[in-house]
């Protein structure tokens, strides 16, 4: 496909303002394994408590991290005294699970009944003696993986500043080196510090799998670029430590509320970068971070090019045919860009919720990808209309349709090869070393028809839904 002078900038349009996702309270699931000392407590009804035992299965070797404060007729009607019984349950909490901070996770509910948790919960963490953070991660106002953006737009307000550091504290962290640097030479820990080059505090933001964030440190460290810290930390009392001046580079695309805290309460300066999903998208993140601290990027241009070489085998799969986004996880600006970038056309990223400026970088180099590979812009929907999609679907006919898990079956039932959004969410997706696991998501649909159709099965599959 050429493009024409209609289609040489992005277009964007907005339908209904339902957001057709998962409930945001959800981003309990992976942030209390990310977040080691933390225990969340959700306050809001049954319905609640069913979507997380559905979402996030039942825990059999291990009991998980987080809790329901159930509101029932009596809460709702106001014959409760709201401070005491959630006093109750965290100094339950306290005693059995002694967590360094306790999270409430305000839902839909507490939205209508106008519970004053932000009132609440300073005074009940003076009498406890634990550090509780609000978080309002309720459906009425917030996609599925905005959850998690509330929630560390809360915790950047606890990140320390930095203090006069003591005498104790001192030999401390002179003990801690000198474990950190146990059999190494003099030499070879000066050789190890001098690989950094003298720029200003970096912290990095969004919550990615333990490795990914080694990964991920470990691409800037190349270029001689230190991470000061990370938001979230493995546990809440090493919060990183953000001073004004201090630069913030955000990893994930539904960070825009967390990336606001951080520029007006904290006085950040952000990185406005793509986003490291992808090889194309991650030399990007990084030549950006090296360019705002003048340094010029090393061996970039190489490891991309030696991670598509890799991953040639998945990309031929999927070079010349088309994908529809419905929009669920804020996630299809970035995968539609790399999906471009691997040979495919994408008429349409339908997404919940749109930050312009947050996203600013990734809708350029979405933009600049379309044009080198000489495919049509595609037109970016936002808060879709999922009966006018469909609609839209039928007329082209896509060869693969990433969705939400409501619509998948209906839409296989109609011959129409589909992808849950989700698993992208869940999977790990970020840095030069995961494009390959993005890939075998959305070729994974597309290899299973091949397979079928080797078998012989997707005929007898059409005779039976025809029938």
């Not at 606890?158 to 030999?171: D, H, I, L």
Request: charged share 25%.
């Amino acid at each position: 496909m050429t493009v024409t002078a209609e289609n040489t900038a992005l277009t964007f349009e907005c339908e209904t303002g339902n957001y057709h996702t998962f409930c945001p309270i959800s981003c309990v699931a992976w942030l209390y394994q990310k977040i080691e000392d933390s225990f969340f407590l959700v306050i809001g009804t049954k319905t609640c408590g069913y979507f997380l035992q559905n979402a996030m299965g039942v825990m059999i070797f291990a009991e998980p991290r987080y809790a329901m404060a159930e509101l029932e007729e009596g809460d709702i009607s106001a014959q409760l005294n709201d401070f005491n019984e959630l006093k109750r349950l965290c100094e339950q909490i306290k005693r059995d699970r002694n967590p360094s901070v306790i999270v409430w996770i305000g839902t839909c509910t507490t939205e209508i009944i106008k519970m004053d948790l932000e009132g609440l919960a300073p005074k009940l963490e003076a009498e406890i003696g634990i550090p509780i953070v609000v978080a309002r991660a309720n459906g009425l106002d917030y996609a599925f993986t905005q959850g998690e953006d509330t929630v560390l737009a809360a915790m950047a307000n606890r990140c320390p500043a930095q203090t006069p550091v003591t005498e104790t504290e001192k030999n401390e962290r002179n003990a801690i080196q000198k474990l950190l640097h146990f059999g190494k030479k003099k030499e070879e820990v000066i050789e190890e510090e001098s690989e950094y080059v003298n720029h200003p505090p970096l912290v990095l933001f969004g919550s990615l799998p333990d490795p990914v964030v080694t990964q991920l440190t470990l691409e800037l460290k190349k270029q001689g670029i230190k991470v000061s810290g990370w938001l979230p930390t493995k546990r809440f009392t090493e919060l990183p430590v953000i001073e004004e001046g201090y630069y913030v580079a955000g990893v994930n695309p539904f960070l825009s509320r967390t990336a606001t805290t951080l520029m007006r309460r904290r006085k950040c300066k952000l990185i406005s970068a793509p986003f490291p999903i992808g090889p194309d998208g991650t030399r990007a993140w990084v030549e950006k971070i090296c360019s705002v601290f003048g340094i010029t990027p090393q061996g970039l241009e190489a490891r991309e090019a030696q991670i598509w070489e890799n991953i040639e085998d998945y990309v031929k799969l999927i070079r010349g045919k088309s994908v529809f986004f419905m929009g669920d996880n804020l996630l299809e600006i970035s995968l539609a860009r790399f999906l471009v970038r691997c040979g495919m056309t994408v008429p349409e990223i339908g997404i919940p919720y749109m930050d312009k400026r947050y996203q600013a970088a990734e809708l350029s180099l979405l933009e600049k990808t379309c044009q080198e590979m000489g495919v049509a812009l595609p037109k970016i929907i936002e808060k879709p209309d999922n009966y006018n999609q469909v609609q839209r679907i039928y007329e082209l006919k896509p060869d693969l349709v990433i969705t939400g898990m409501s619509h998948a079956n209906p839409l296989e039932a109609r011959g129409i090869n589909t992808k849950w959004s989700v698993e992208f969410t869940f999977a790990q997706i970020h840095g030069f070393g995961n494009a390959r696991d993005i890939l075998e998501l959305v070729t994974r649909p597309l290899r299973r028809n091949n397979n079928l159709k080797d078998l012989g099965w997707d005929k007898l599959v059409r005779e039976a839904t025809t029938a």
